[in-house]
């Protein structure tokens, strides 16, 4: 892409994806992923990003339908008026609005996109990757029974996973972690409970030590980053931090109140992959271990964290796996567990390409935005 090339105009597509398998956390069931694609269209090509905000508030305070609004009538029209379509000026662009970090990382991420395509630089040459492949990483569910649970993560481990973690919540923790110990032994064991305990859980928690896991991930509320750093003195089991992490200063500072020893690194909730970038940053300066989290994403976003979780500071397996964890049938080409791994693209740009039809298949809603103009359909 040529320096000064303008945006001629973004496509705005929420498209559905059913789950092979329902998806039960702590914040509920899911059956289905609503996704929002960008798709940057300059005189030198276009370029793809992936808002992963979920279809409610859940997770965090921004999801698909006032994504969908926020794009629209703010961020998108402040981006077009950038007169370049420069990645790196998407996000400051946008800093005068508060929040909705995953709409902003989707438009820097189809930017940048754009960018390397027409460069012909991939995602992990221009974030820094320094491996080829990634070890593969798969998040289980909360099952309806134990012995479904052993099911599942067997098969994941025949599938060659290296590394497993379960989600936890009250009354779904001790037993379902000491039967995956017990059961599969020394693997890779991690869990996340996605905010669901209190500091007065900590003796409770505490008792999880004893399963020897790599981690316990944001165990209390995302804003109660102090009361991680209590929790952390009274378990020796290291705390990762998820959701309390959203910007590269959040992690600073949680690093310096000992709220952490482990980072989960995710490019949506930071606000795209250049702040996930500085996140990492920090954290290799600061010794503390990172790996990359995922949110159900499609090809397109599980490309992109393929090559973040290439990052030479990702010493840990994150959450990239294979295609057939959530989809049946992916927006694009498959991506493909080989020898506990998944490849880190190497074409330019996110280095895979939509499936045209199959995106037509699963679109809901599509808006063609210009400087002058908005279309629906």
Known sequence: ???????????????????????????????????????????????????????????????????????????????????????????????????????????????LDARLRATGQSFGQALGAVHDRVPAGVSVGIMDTLNELVETVGGYLDEGYQRIKLKIEPGWDLEPVRLIRETFGPIQLQVDANAAYTLGDANHLRKLDAFDLLLIEQPLGDENVL??????????????????????????????????????????????????????????????????????????????????????GMTLPGDVSASTRFYAEDLTEPIEIEHGGIAVPTGPGLGVEPDLDRLEAVTVHTEWITANRSLAS
């Open 1 to 111: 892409m040529a320096e000064g090339t303008r945006l001629e105009g973004i496509e705005v597509r929420r498209v559905r994806m059913p789950l092979v398998a329902p998806f039960r956390t702590s914040f509920g069931t899911q059956t289905a992923k609503d996704v929002i694609l960008l798709r940057a269209v300059t005189a030198d090509g276009e370029g793809w990003g992936e808002c992963v905000a979920g279809s409610d508030p859940l997770y965090a305070s921004e999801y698909v339908a006032v994504a969908m609004t926020t794009l629209r009538e703010y961020f998108i029209p402040a981006v077009l008026g950038l007169g370049v379509a420069d990645p790196a000026l998407v996000v400051p662009a946008l800093d005068r609005w508060k929040g909705y970090r995953m709409s902003k990382g989707a438009l820097e991420m189809a930017v």
């Open 227 to 312: 009361a991680h750093a209590k929790l952390a003195r009274r378990l020796d089991t290291p705390i990762c931090l998820d959701e309390s992490i959203t910007s590269a200063r959040a992690a600073a500072d949680a690093i310096k109140l000992g709220a952490c020893g482990i980072v989960n690194i995710k490019a949506g909730r930071v606000g795209g992959y250049l702040e996930a970038r500085r996140v990492h940053d920090v954290c290799v300066a600061n010794d503390i271990p990172v790996w990359c989290g995922g949110m159900v994403e499609t090809g397109l976003g599980r490309a992109a964290n393929a090559a973040l979780a290439a990052l030479p």
